[in-house]
């Protein structure tokens, strides 16, 4: 009896096809296995995910598996199931997202070569061959080149075409080839051999209010849970929550935000409880990440810890899953394919029918809803003593820092400590202007205004890294100076070495801190005391391993605000209660703000310490306009590379909308903020619903058909 395998094809393709499954390839043909299988000249790696008996109805021959290059299924049926829902949920292509979470070794394809016959020779020599047949025929010669490569060294027009002609009439050879399935081996990995340390971190009352999760981990079933609370209290519930797992020979999923914070987490579970972690993230090279996988694979990783891509770790046996500071907004992939690690855990922990625990100091505003509503929030501590918080108001000045702010840090520096000063943006100034006619310099490509780099003394685009130098004059009249607006830390960096001769001020940005070895250079200095002033953005916010310092500033974070996203407040918020963790909580600290606005809500509740406060005002914001968790928002961006494909485009999807979309209230289209970056043209479209079924019902419909590049994103 005929088998027939169903087989997701991923990229380029992200389709699914059936091939027939030969009779000595049928025992092992089972579903989650990766197949070879041809595809016109090609051969493609493909991922079996169903098998049937009954023969397809199709109008052509099914061609046959050629090869099964796994002994046993490479992923299991639950992963498939969780994928599968990932990609409904997220509108993302199911192959495309599959694809993105395994090893780049892992799928591989054929690669084609192109050789001339005899005859290929004697008729490039005729005055039979075209212009375009003889010069590919006559660069052949007697050697056999790619077809990627023929196509990039010459430049051919229509190069698929003359290969395919030229083949029919003899005078060419197409091979394919295929590489050899590399099995990389390596031992399991060895329990810690370091000597464990008792851990004391929880009174009873703590393990008292988590004793619903651990009755869950036993009891099996989603169950969402967000606990409210400090990092260190967190962190010890953590590890009993993962004991408890253990306990059930069930392993455990561990989210976090940071790729830095993946050794100590490693060391201290290997400390506390006598665990393996592997680490799964995208630093890790390509050998690491391959090893890795096939260890969770195997079942030989009880722990699992990474970042929003360890979401996608093919962890079997799974019990519970943990999404610490899920208010960071690392968690949100942007790039297609498009996914909320946080949302993308709940889906998990749905389709595996175990709990998921999210934990955060200050949660997200969709998080707390949708745990209010369907699980528990437990909350505990407030993390101590909270640090004095001052505003400084900025607005009548003209200096870069503020008077109070410059006194405060004189009188840090004089009693010895270190200071943090964290900045919105990099650079010397937010863009330059022309002081006699306005001119603006900006991007090429992407149309928003250059960034003045003062250190190289060039204009820096921030999203497709142009650069261009700095010019002395007004480049469109010619007669004016340009001048900077907008501190960034390059301006606050010398302003600060220009105010405290002899202090060490460093800079700690992409451009100073593009790789782990140097942002580990920085910390290990400002730790030794080399550095008494070190100046970030957002890229210091992230490290985990900083010593705590009794005096930190922000510089103007209402910039956040200025970004059209109905999130902007939310983050603003959260961002300025997360920076707190810098703050010694053992000394009398100063947190303060300098700002043009010092009256907005978002600083003055966080001035306050009004959390309670701050979160029922953006939740009656979000219901007041259907904004999710009120709602369901969706984005849909189309890009091209001109204005006339984005259009046409535009005008399709827009007559869509208005056919099918009774019941959802549509926005756009409109071109975005920064609506053209690295030379493609971007219009959105905004979709919003009481209910995302709605959305569900009509969105894959209006996007069929549509060629130009999409992205959909999620909202809630």
Wanted: charged share 25%.
């Amino acid at each position: 009896m005929t088998v027939y395998a169903e087989i997701l094809l991923p990229l380029p393709l992200n389709r699914t096809f059936y091939y027939t499954v030969p009779p000595d390839l049928a025992p092992a043909a089972v579903v989650g296995a990766r197949a070879l299988v041809p595809f016109h000249r090609r051969r493609l790696t493909g991922i079996i995910i169903g098998l049937k008996d009954e023969e397809p109805t199709f109008d052509f021959d099914l061609k046959g598996i050629e090869r099964i290059l796994d002994e046993k299924p490479f992923f299991s049926v639950s992963y498939l199931a969780f994928t599968k829902a990932a990609s409904r949920y997220y509108f993302s292509a199911w192959g495309e997202l599959l694809l993105s979470a395994l090893p780049a070794s892992f799928i591989f394809e054929s690669r084609t070569r192109v050789r001339r016959t005899e005859r290929g020779a004697e008729y490039a020599a005729s005055d039979s061959a075209g212009p375009r047949e003889k010069d590919l025929l006559l660069f052949l010669g007697e050697k056999t080149y790619s077809s990627t490569y023929l196509k990039r060294t010459l430049k051919i027009s229509g190069l698929v075409s003359i290969i395919n002609r030229l083949e029919k009439k003899g005078c060419l050879e197409v091979l394919t080839e295929v590489g050899k399935v590399k099995r990389r081996r390596t031992a399991a990995p060895s329990p810690s051999s370091l000597q464990m340390e008792m851990d004391y971190s929880l009174d009873e009352g703590l393990l008292q209010s988590i004793r619903p999760i651990v009755d869950s981990l036993s009891a099996g079933g989603f169950q969402p849970y967000l606990l409210r609370g400090p990092a260190a209290e967190r962190e010890g519930i953590y590890r009993v929550l993962i004991q408890e797992a253990r306990r059930r020979n069930k392993n455990v999923l561990f989210l976090s935000p940071e790729i830095a914070a993946t050794e100590p987490w490693r060391e201290a579970l290997e400390k506390k409880i006598g665990l393996t972690v592997v680490p799964f993230h995208s630093r890790m090279t390509e050998k690491e990440r391959e090893l890795s996988w096939r260890s969770i694979r195997r079942g030989e990783a009880p722990v699992v810890f990474g970042p929003r891509s360890a979401l996608f770790a093919p962890l079997d046996n799974l019990g519970l899953i943990v999404v610490d500071e899920e208010a960071d907004e690392s968690y949100m992939q942007w790039e297609n394919p498009v996914f909320d690690a946080r949302r993308g855990a709940w889906i998990r922990g749905q389709v595996e029918r175990i709990p998921v625990v999210y934990g955060a100091h200050v949660p997200t505003v969709e998080t707390l809803a949708l745990v209010e509503e369907e699980g528990r929030v437990i909350s505990f501590g407030s993390g101590g003593v909270r640090p004095s918080v001052q505003v400084v108001s900025s607005r009548s000045r003209k200096e870069i820092l503020a008077r109070p702010l410059i006194t405060a840090v004189r009188r840090f520096l004089e009693q010895g400590e270190h200071i943090l000063i964290f900045v919105g943006k990099r650079g010397f100034a937010s863009y330059l202007i022309c002081s006699a006619c306005g001119f603006v310099p900006r991007c090429p490509k992407c149309r928003i205004s250059l960034t003045y780099h003062k250190g190289i003394r060039r204009l820096v685009c921030h999203y497709c890294n142009i650069q261009q130098p700095q010019p002395d004059r007004c480049p469109s009249c010619g007669k004016g100076d340009l001048r900077g607006r907008g501190a960034g830390t390059e301006v606050v960096e010398e302003e600060l070495k220009r105010l405290f001769p002899g202090r060490t001020v460093e800079r700690f940005d992409s451009d100073t801190a593009g790789t782990s070895g140097k942002q580990k250079t920085l910390i290990r200095h400002f730790e030794r005391g080399k550095i008494d002033i070190l100046v970030g953005t957002r890229l210091l916010a992230h490290q985990v391993n900083l010593a705590p310092v009794t005096f930190l500033a922000v510089l103007n974070p209402e910039v956040m605000l200025t970004l059209p996203d109905f999130q902007a407040g939310q983050r603003a918020f959260l961002y300025l209660s997360r920076l707190i963790r810098f703050l010694d909580g053992e000394k009398k600290s100063l947190y303060m703000i300098q700002s043009d606005f010092p009256e907005l809500p978002v600083i003055d509740r966080f001035a306050a310490g009004d959390t309670e406060t701050y979160l029922a005002g953006e939740r009656e914001f979000r219901e007041l306009m259907g904004y999710p968790p009120s709602g369901q928002m969706i984005e849909l961006l189309l890009s091209g590379d001109t204005p006339r494909s984005v259009s046409a485009a535009s005008r399709l999807v827009l007559s869509r909308l208005k056919a099918e979309t009774e019941g959802v209230e549509v926005l756009g289209p409109s071109f975005v903020s920064r609506a053209r970056i690295a030379g493609l043209h971007k219009v959105q479209f905004v979709l919003k619903a009481p209910d995302r079924q709605e959305i569900d019902t009509v969105l894959p419909g209006i996007l069929e058909g549509i060629s130009i590049r999409k992205k959909v994103i999620v909202h809630g």
